[in-house]
Structure formats: C-alpha cells, structure tokens
C-alpha cells in the first residue's frame, strides 16, 4: 500500500504594519484638507504618497509627523495609539521626516549637522556645568553612520555648504536614518536634483530601507517613485484613493487614478496592494 502525503498549505502571514492612520480629519477654517483619510506603513517597505495638488497628502504628512493635529481619527504606531502635539513627540517617538528645505545648517560641519539639536555633551563637570561638546565622539558616530549608509563624503570637518545638492540632502537623509528608530518621511527628496544626484539620494533611500526602517517617499517625480516604491499610496480628494502595487501597474494607470480619469474598482486585483 502506498501511503498518500497531505500537503498543508500554511496560511499566509498578514504584513507587519508599523505606522496607521484611521479616519483622519483636518480642517483649514471652509476647507477641508483631510476628510477621513487611512494610511496604512508595512515594516521594511518604501511607501510612495502621490497627489494632485490639494489632494491632502501634505495635510496627511504633517499629521504623522506631528507637525499638525488632526481634527478627527487616530494614528497608531506598532498598534498602540499616538498623539502628536508637535514634531519633537513624534521624533521621540522614533519617527524622523526630511523636508524639502533639507533644514541643515550650511556653516557648520557635516557633524555637526548630524548631531544639531541633539548634541552630545563630555562627560562630569566638564558636560553638565560647562556644556562642553564632545566633539571627538560626535566625530566618530558621524564616520561611523555615513560609512554604514556607504555615503561617500571626504571629510565629516567640512562646511555643508561645500557639499553638492545631492550631497547635503544625503546628510539630511543620514541624520534621519541615524536616529529613526521606526519610520523615515522624506519629503520630496529628490526636487531640484539632477539625474546622478537623484539617483543617489534614491539608492540612499534604498539602503535606509534595508537597514530596517520602512520609508514614506512623498514625490511628484513618478519614474523615481516607481523605481523605488513597493507600494503606492494614491490621495485624492482628502482621502486614501487605492494603494497600488507598482510592479503590477502602469504608470499612466496610477497616474490616471491620481487624477480621478480612472476608477481604482475597474483595475485588475493584481494593480491594488
């Protein structure tokens, strides 16, 4: 007699979802920038977030990063619910965002930058009577994360303002992965670059990425959301309009829902993710 194997499929595993927004809210006096918006971050995943103009993706943006709070709905972080009052909540929380104004300080070191508003003090008296910085270690860790990062700088001494456009926002993008400890927002990364230096900041995105921390890419640079994303969140209208899978999709398609030509219900299920 020949016995017969039973093959048990294993039940699929749902995502890890590490940052979630539910029902969000956000009014501007008459108008209605936010109107029961979802948001949905996976671990280990770049999340692109695109938008016609006015579709409430900047609105949604500042609410997770807390630089606004919501009128209406909640933000969950690995489950638990969360609420910003301001960004340095959120930055404690361990979310990090890199604007497009890149905030750095183009006189002072690439050190420096790293460590502005978090400086490390010497230790004893020297630290917590006279606020000496310890430049030496701050020096170090600085070496240390843009070599992980493999962020190709000659010396982490010279003035940011030395630095390529590409380069000074691979600071900012450094200095946001050094001390994220869950989710990066970056913010139109890529604006005003040209293509090589684009394409490095994309490639930096990348290896964020890889490290761990899963990534929310806001961008009106389609190619480069492509090249990039695993999923796409589309906006409109306030609201959360599809996710989208970009492997699966075309891009004037997704184009095409972002701009309401399209209904997300007539794409195959193999577009939504």
């Excluded at 709905?73 to 104004?101: M, W």
């Excluded at 910085?133 to 992980?148: E, I, V």
Aim: charged share 20%; aromatic share 2%.
């Amino acid at each position: 007699m020949s016995a017969v194997l039973k093959v048990v499929e294993q039940p699929a595993q749902s995502p890890v979802i590490v940052m979630q927004a539910k029902g969000l809210v956000k009014r501007y006096g008459h108008v209605t920038a936010l109107d029961g918006a979802d948001f949905e971050l996976r671990a280990g995943e770049i999340l692109a977030v695109i938008g016609d103009n006015g579709a409430g993706k900047s609105s949604l943006i500042k609410c997770l990063s807390g630089a606004t709070v919501p009128d209406a709905g909640e933000i969950l972080l690995d489950g638990t619910p969360v609420h910003f009052k301001s960004p340095i909540d959120a930055r404690r929380a361990g979310i990090e965002t890199v604007y497009q104004d890149l905030a750095v300080a183009p006189a002072m070191t690439i050190a420096e930058n790293l460590f502005l508003g978090r400086e490390i003090r010497r230790a004893g008296v020297l630290g917590s009577l006279l606020r000496m910085l310890d430049k030496r270690q701050m020096l170090a860790q600085s070496t240390a994360r843009m070599q992980d990062l493999k962020v190709g700088i000659r010396s982490m001494t010279q003035a940011v303002e030395t630095l390529s456009g590409g380069q000074r926002q691979c600071v900012a993008v450094a200095r946001a992965a050094a001390f994220a400890q869950h989710v990066v927002i970056m913010d139109e990364p890529t604006a005003a670059l040209g293509v090589k230096e684009g394409n490095m900041v994309l490639e930096l995105i990348r290896r964020v990425r890889d490290k761990g921390l899963p990534v929310v890419l806001i961008s009106h640079n389609m190619p480069h959301v492509f090249e990039v994303a695993d999923r796409i969140h589309v906006a409109r209208l306030g609201k959360r309009a599809a996710v989208l899978n970009p492997k699966k999709i075309h891009m004037s398609d997704a184009v095409a829902v972002m701009t309401g030509a399209r209904a997300p219900e007539s794409l195959p299920a193999e577009c939504l993710a």
